[in-house]
């Protein structure tokens, strides 16, 4: 018997989000947050950095996949709505997290500083949540 695990990250969308690669926005979709920040404030290490990890995209992708749980909730899909939606809270509501969605709602994503923060963090959230609903769907089996 042959266990395969759920996907998390797709690794087309890490290409896409490559496509942006001096942002940092693959390297944040993948978790890797420091070097997300570094890529983020250095265009990309002045686009060397950059033109590299077109290369190290699987890698990345491997990583992530090892990392983070699959479950419930989407990283893919939570990361779209957080690229694009993020100043309404929209991704928090897909992860349960009214009282936040309405909060960010209310306030552009707390000033803007809130999105920031869902960047460095969001991968973790969805597993959170991801554990947790795994957990409960056990305890009430």
């Not at 490559?18 to 979709?29: K, V």
């Not at 950095?49 to 190290?56: E, K, R, S």
């Not at 709505?81 to 960010?104: E, N, P, Q």
């Amino acid at each position: 018997m042959t266990l395969t695990r759920q996907p998390t990250h797709s690794l087309f969308v890490g290409y896409a989000c490559w496509l942006f690669g001096f942002t940092g926005a693959h390297r944040f979709y993948y978790g890797k947050q420091y070097t997300g920040t570094l890529w983020f404030c250095t265009l990309g290490l002045l686009g060397i950095g950059w033109l590299i990890d077109l290369f190290l995209m699987p890698s990345l992708h491997d990583q992530a996949e090892q990392r983070y749980v699959a479950g419930e909730y989407d990283y893919t899909v939570t990361w779209l709505l957080l690229t694009f939606l993020g100043a309404f809270g929209v991704h928090r509501l897909y992860l349960g997290k009214w009282i936040s969605g309405i909060v960010w709602f209310c306030t552009g994503g707390l000033f803007l500083v809130g999105w920031l923060y869902d960047l460095w963090t969001i991968n973790s959230q969805v597993a959170a949540v991801n554990r947790l609903e795994k957990r409960d769907a056990i305890a009430f089996a």
